[in-house]
């Protein structure tokens, strides 16, 4: 009985560890999509907006634009999750 109590309780730590190098890669590796892949420089100001919309659906496209102390500026479109 002691060993199946053993054989179980080893199980149980691999398991624990394992889940938790998981959760531990999940919070270090942010996966970025082609939309985000531009990053803000210093100087920048950037927002989001939503520039698609209607009744039934709400947001459809939104796009991230951003400008420069400079007045340069530049908009892409981004992941509807991401408008406010």
């Known amino acids: ?19 938790l190098v998981l959760l531990l890669g999940a919070l270090v590796v ?3 999509g082609a939309d985000d892949s531009i990053a ?8 989001n ?5 209607d009744v039934i659906n709400g947001c459809t496209r939104c796009q991230r634009c951003c400008v420069k102390d400079t007045g340069e500026w530049k908009c892409w479109i981004v ?3 991401l408008c406010p």
């Open 49 to 53: 907006g939503c520039v698609g919309w």
């Open 30 to 32: 942010t996966p970025v």
């Open 79 to 81: 992941d509807k999750g």
């Open 1 to 19: 009985m002691k060993k199946i109590r053993k054989v179980l309780y080893r199980f149980r730590l691999i398991t624990s560890f394992l889940a």
């Open 40 to 47: 803000i420089e210093a100087g920048e100001t950037c927002e």
